[in-house]
């Protein structure tokens, strides 16, 4: 399915840092393809973590940014996409996050974020402050 069909449909791509198995390079590159088009997708790599592992640090990121999802899906009153995402972003780079209105996203660098607890989440399993 080509990827813009796909771009109001939150995805989670998550990989570890020190993956020698799937490495994090396919994954980054999807997100990175998606975000070009305003894709409402959330990226990270955990540093120091091999395939399969480091879910346990990641869990609760996870499961706040599923409940997040559906708590924005299903605002409308139906489930559906996300086509107004002004939310968190955080940036790749510095693993910083802001409200999404707070500054314009530099789609590059900048990852989907939905909602200010997950945000938070993210930066912790990124590795930010």
């Known amino acids: 399915m080509a990827v813009e069909v796909l771009r109001h449909t939150p995805a989670l791509l998550l990989a570890g840092g020190t993956d020698a198995v799937a490495g994090s390079e396919d994954a980054e590159k999807l997100w990175t393809q998606g975000r070009a088009l305003g894709a409402v997708w959330t990226f990270g790599i955990q540093p120091g973590q091999g395939h399969g592992a480091g879910l346990e640090a990641a869990t609760a990121f996870m499961l706040s940014w599923m409940e997040a999802v559906i708590r924005l899906r299903v605002s409308r009153g139906e489930v559906g996409g996300i086509t107004q995402?002004?939310?968190?972003?955080?940036?790749?780079?510095?693993?910083?996050?802001?409200?999404?209105?707070?500054?314009?996203?530099?789609?590059?660098?900048?990852?989907?974020?939905?909602?200010?607890?997950?945000?938070?989440?993210?930066q912790e399993v990124v590795g930010g402050k």
Not at 94 to 107: F, R
Not at 109 to 116: A, K, S
Request: a neutral charge; zero cysteines.
């Open 85 to 122: 995402p002004s939310t968190w972003r955080g940036d790749r780079r510095s693993s910083q996050i802001h409200p999404g209105e707070a500054s314009p996203p530099d789609l590059a660098h900048t990852v989907w974020l939905p909602d200010e607890k997950t945000a938070k989440l993210w």
